[in-house]
């Protein structure tokens, strides 16, 4: 059986809550094997303009924190497409003292903002946003004084994990009560992170209690991207070949690792996860897992349907009207690629169905979507002949996807 092992870079997610919770620590904080992408390097130009010291050095970032908040009293934050720092700079430049404008790409700026606007003026936070809470915002900051607070984090749970993020620095700390929360797992992630750098929340049904403090400065390992290993885990299932991705174990705190350990295995694929790595082996033919629900992990939706032609019965993907909102309309862009390629597909709000058939030859359209360009160049491994409009996009979590997709099919040839 042939073999390969993925090098996978660092986690975007992982990436962002630690950039965020070492700014706010007392102390240096040393970030080891950080994703460098243009999301990340956005957030930390973000924590720069807000006056916090980050050195960027080949696999090791440093971040000299303080509890108290943005040492700067003016900055202009520039996100980019990043929705991740879009969504958790402002509620750390809330903690602030002075003026400070959060703007980023035309493609940022038409995706949702409100629910987390919403949330920090029920704190007092004043900011002034753009018709349909869209950016730019601009945050006049006196620090926040805490209390309890209401979020609906039904399309993302960003919001929610950047209330969290900077609850210990407000002056009483946050009661938050959740009315609606999409992709528990980030939530999860969150929470046990914050536990690391020395925060414990206390969570009860849907409201989350966090108390006023400091996080504490240390060093801290950031482990392999799930979601971006998840494009190595399908290629291996859809090919009958074997992948390991070390570094990415049992003790993840990263839900999309779930697409390999839970997903998979229902298609047929041989799947091991020790406690430093996951291994997997795809069978002779993909079988159909039916309807799969992928709220808690739909940023691997797309790798899903991906693979889901080569399956042996119609693939059903529910419970993901989140995906609309993305860097692109996900459900919208993958059907339309996999059409293009000439599989048949049906989609409605918040699901879409795959149909088994032989993709062939085709330009896809990325919509300058990194997960789209991935996802597709799974398919490709079975269909020669399918090529991106934007090959470049996957700068935005994977500079290097292409050069270790080669590598990984070298490995196998």
Known sequence: MPYATARIPGSKSATARALFLAALADGRTTLRDPLVSDDTVAFAEGLRALGFPV?????????????????????????????????????????????????????????????????????????????????????????????????????????????????????????????????????????????????????????????????????????????????????????????????????????????????????GCRVEVTADSTTVTGPERLRSPGEVVMRDISDTMMTLAAIAPFADAPVRISDVANCRVKESDRIDAITEALEACGITTRSGPDWLEVDPGTPRAAEVKTRADHRIAMSISVTGLRAPGITLDDPGCVRKTFPGFHEEFAALREAWR
């Open 55 to 267: 050195t960027r050095e080949r696999g090791v970032w440093t971040v000299d924190g303080r509890p108290a908040g943005p040492p700067a009293t003016e900055a202009t934050l520039w996100c980019h497409d990043s929705g991740t720092t879009a969504r958790f700079l402002p509620g750390l430049a809330a903690l602030g003292k002075g003026r400070y404008e959060v703007d980023a790409s035309e493609q940022m700026r038409v995706r949702p903002m409100g629910p987390l606007l919403a949330a920090l003026r029920q704190l007092g936070v004043d900011v002034t946003a753009q018709p349909g809470d869209r950016l730019p915002w601009v945050v006049e900051a006196d620090g926040v004084a805490g209390g309890e607070v209401v979020i609906d984090a039904g399309t993302s749970s960003q919001y929610l994990t950047a209330l969290c993020l900077m609850a210990p620095a407000t002056a009483a700390g946050l009661r938050i009560h959740v009315t609606d929360l999409v992709s528990v797992p980030y939530v999860d992630m969150t929470l046990a992170m914050m536990r690391d750098f020395g925060v414990e929340a206390s969570r009860s049904g849907m409201t989350i209690t966090i108390p006023a403090g400091g996080y504490r400065a240390g060093e801290h390992a950031i482990e392999p991207d799930a979601s971006t290993a998840s494009y190595f885990f399908a290629a291996a299932a859809v090919t009958g070949n074997t992948v390991t991705v070390p570094g990415l174990g049992r003790d993840s705190h990263q839900g999309d690792l779930r697409f390999a350990a839970e997903v998979l295995p229902r298609m």
